[in-house]
């Protein structure tokens, strides 16, 4: 794609952000859950996810030198990072 700002400010490029928080937050949820019913929590490995998660969630930030879409990339990041911990609570009163 030659025109990275025109794809990030998209509908479409929103509507697969909110597919990678979502399935982040999925994936999240199984860690969390096998680090409770295994009874062991690898903390590097935990890190190490989360980590790779925060890679892949900040790299449409790396294809802009554009400000302004830079600056809604940070409001769209708060927002995911909002709906991943949302999700992550409802799963957990869920759960009980």
């Keep these: 794609m030659s025109d990275w700002n025109q794809f ?3 509908d479409d ?3 697969y952000r909110k597919k990678q928080a979502e399935m982040a937050a999925l994936h999240l949820k ?3 859950y096998q680090c409770v019913t295994n009874g062991k929590v690898d903390l590097g490995s935990l890190h190490g996810k ?3 998660i925060n890679l892949f969630l900040r790299l449409p930030d790396t294809l802009t030198q554009d400000e302004k ?3 809604l990339l940070t409001v769209q990041m ?3 990072v ?3 911990t949302q ?3 409802r799963q957990s009163l869920l759960a009980e």
């Design 8 to 10: 990030l400010r998209s």
């Design 13 to 15: 490029f929103r509507a």
């Design 30 to 32: 199984k860690i969390a």
């Design 50 to 52: 989360l980590e790779m």
């Design 69 to 71: 879409t830079k600056e």
């Design 78 to 80: 708060d927002e995911d």
């Design 82 to 84: 909002s709906n991943i």
């Design 87 to 89: 999700f992550l609570i």
